[in-house]
Nanobody, 125 residues
Framework: QVQVVESGGGVVQAGGSLRLSCVVS????????MGWFRQTPWKERETVAT????????TYADSVKGRFTISVDKAANTMFLEMNSLKPEDTAIYYC??????????????????WGQGTQVTVSS
């Protein structure tokens, strides 16, 4: 079993930056991919960025390309989301997710079966 716990959310002004962290524990040898997703009360959970654990392959939602960067530190069993140039529309609960199943691609929320509790990000205008 794999468990994930995210942290790093907070309140920031528009144009500011935040870094989210997601610590992975358990059967990390079973890990294939991880991702960040976000959700608001008026929108379904959407993909922010995904990364393959053992390869440098990342994907981003168009809305965050050029502003957000996903990365992993395997030595620390941690995934990060560096968020720059934040906008009020980035306000959401951000969730860390992991997959312990092999697939050719990982992008949709259905591709991930392990989820954290979420961390709130609020961007004020």
């Amino acid at each position: 079993q794999v468990q994930v716990v995210e942290s790093g959310g907070g309140v920031v002004q528009a144009g500011g930056s935040l870094r989210l962290s997601c610590v992975v524990s358990g059967r990390i040898d079973l890990m294939y991919a991880m991702g960040w997703f976000r959700q608001t009360p008026w929108k379904e959970r959407e993909t922010v960025a995904t990364i393959v654990w053992h390869k440098p392959r990342e994907t981003y939602a168009d809305s965050v390309k050029g502003r957000f960067t996903i990365s992993v530190d395997k030595a620390a069993n941690t995934m990060f989301l560096e968020m720059n140039s934040l906008k009020p529309e980035d306000t959401a609960i951000y969730y860390c997710a992991a997959s312990s199943y092999y697939q050719s691609t990982y992008y949709q929320k259905a591709d991930f079966g392990i989820w954290g509790q979420g961390t709130q990000v609020t961007v004020s205008s």
